[in-house]
Structure formats: structure tokens, C-alpha cells
């Protein structure tokens, strides 16, 4: 069974260009999640969608940051403009209905270095 | 306020000594605990869910348990194929308003196992 897909895995980028990461969720997942990984916060979660609607953006860093999910099988997280500080890894996640019930699964993220 | 503290930060183990991870967690009324390991460059892969104290699960060496406010990853005889870092995560319960908790993780601990 294919999991969670990330794309780019890796992105390098100047400081105040715009990018763009996005997702592809399991197949029959009803939740959707982005997280930031960092050496000193861990994971964090920025968003997450339940039917493919935007649910909480609270963990959402600055109005940089904005995420979509237009479909069920795709999602995107972007910053614009980026800034050195929001290096790290992004993970995205998904999850079946009966969320507080049913695991996360996890994709392999996109390392993102803003120079 | 909902927290998590994983014991210790790092651990190295010679293959074959059995050891115990410590999850410790502050939470309002627990819905959930899960279990996950992170390989360098991979997202995180879940484990385990335990829901209420004295529950146990087992997979492979690795057996977790829950007390009321702590569980614990025992690892039996572990092999090099076990070094990760493992995460441990709750989730509070869903209050009278219905809706969706997030996931709360720990900062995680790395393990090592030399031959």
C-alpha cells in the first residue's frame, strides 16, 4: 500500500522566495495533517484538515504560512515570502475517520533550508 | 496545560541489554497514547496505542505499558536494527463540544544498540 507522499524531499531556497510543499494523503484518509519538525520545538502541529476542510490553523506560525487542500488526494503548505527561521523539516500526516481513535500515518517530509 | 516528557533524552545499549524508555504526561483525561520511532531522514512510524492504565502491547522486542501517568517502551534484547529515536504522543479527550484533539508529542529519546 502506498503511504503518505512529500514532495519536494528537499528544497534549498533564498530568503523571501515563495515555496511550496505539498502531499499526497492515503488513499480513504478523512484527516490531514502538517507538522514542523525542529531541533529545539520537535514536532509541532501547523494545520490539519477533516474532509479536506480546514479545521485548526492555530499552530499556522505567521500569515507567511497558508495551506490548502483543494481534493481529497492533495494538499499544500506554502510560505511566502520564506525566511531563514522557517527551516526545518515539514512533515505531513494523515489519519481515518474516528481520528482520536486511529493512528497517524506519517510521510518521509521535505528538509527545507531558506538561505 | 497538556504535556509530555520523554526519559531519557539519549540511551545507548549494548546488543542484547534490555532497557525501559519513560513517557511521562500531564493531560486533562487521556484518550490516547501512541508509540512511534523515527529513523534518521524518515517520518515517524507508529508503534503502539494504549487507551487506559494497565493496558500492555507487544510487537517484535518492544512492549509498551500505561499507568495513569507514565508509560513505558520495554525493549528486550535489542539489535542494532533498533537504534531510532522513539516518540511518545497523548491525545485528550474530546470535550462536551465535540471536535478533534491534536496530538501532543515528546521531544523523544534516541536510542542506540552497538554490537
Known amino acids: 500500500d502506498a503511504g503518505v507522499i512529500q514532495s519536494p524531499r528537499h528544497e534549498v531556497t533564498e530568503m523571501g522566495q515563495e515555496v511550496t510543499l505539498r502531499c499526497k494523503p492515503i488513499s480513504g484518509h478523512d484527516y490531514l495533517f502538517w507538522y514542523r519538525q525542529t531541533m529545539m520545538r520537535g514536532l509541532e502541529l501547523l494545520i490539519y484538515f477533516n474532509n479536506n476542510v480546514p479545521i485548526d490553523d492555530s499552530g499556522m506560525p505567521e500569515d507567511r504560512f497558508s495551506a490548502k487542500m483543494p481534493n481529497a488526494s492533495f494538499s499544500t503548505l506554502k510560505i511566502q515570502p520564506s525566511e531563514p527561521r522557517d527551516s526545518a523539516v515539514y512533515f505531513c500526516?494523515?489519519?481515518?475517520?474516528?481520528?482520536?481513535?486511529?493512528?497517524?500515518?506519517f510521510g518521509d517530509g521535505t528538509r527545507l533550508s531558506i538561505l | 496545560e497538556d504535556q509530555v516528557t520523554q526519559s531519557p533524552e539519549a540511551l545507548r545499549l549494548q546488543e542484547g541489554e534490555s532497557s525501559s524508555l519513560n513517557c511521562s504526561y500531564t493531560?486533562?483525561?487521556?484518550?490516547?497514547l501512541f508509540w512511534y520511532r523515527q529513523d534518521p531522514g524518515k517520518g515517524p512510524e507508529f508503534l503502539f496505542t494504549?487507551?487506559?492504565a494497565g493496558e500492555e502491547k507487544e510487537k517484535e522486542r518492544l512492549k509498551a505499558t500505561l499507568t495513569k501517568k507514565e508509560s513505558f517502551l520495554h525493549i528486550t534484547a535489542p539489535k542494532p536494527e533498533d537504534s531510532a529515536t522513539y516518540l511518545c504522543?497523548?491525545?485528550?479527550?474530546?470535550?462536551?463540544?465535540?471536535?478533534?484533539?491534536?496530538?501532543?508529542f515528546g521531544a523523544g529519546t534516541r536510542l542506540a544498540v552497538h554490537p
Open positions: 500526516a494523515s489519519s481515518l475517520e474516528g481520528g482520536d481513535t486511529q493512528p497517524q500515518h
Open positions: 504522543a497523548v491525545q485528550a479527550v474530546v470535550g462536551i463540544s465535540g471536535g478533534y484533539n491534536k496530538l501532543i
Open positions: 494504549l487507551y487506559s
Open positions: 493531560v486533562s483525561g487521556l484518550r490516547g
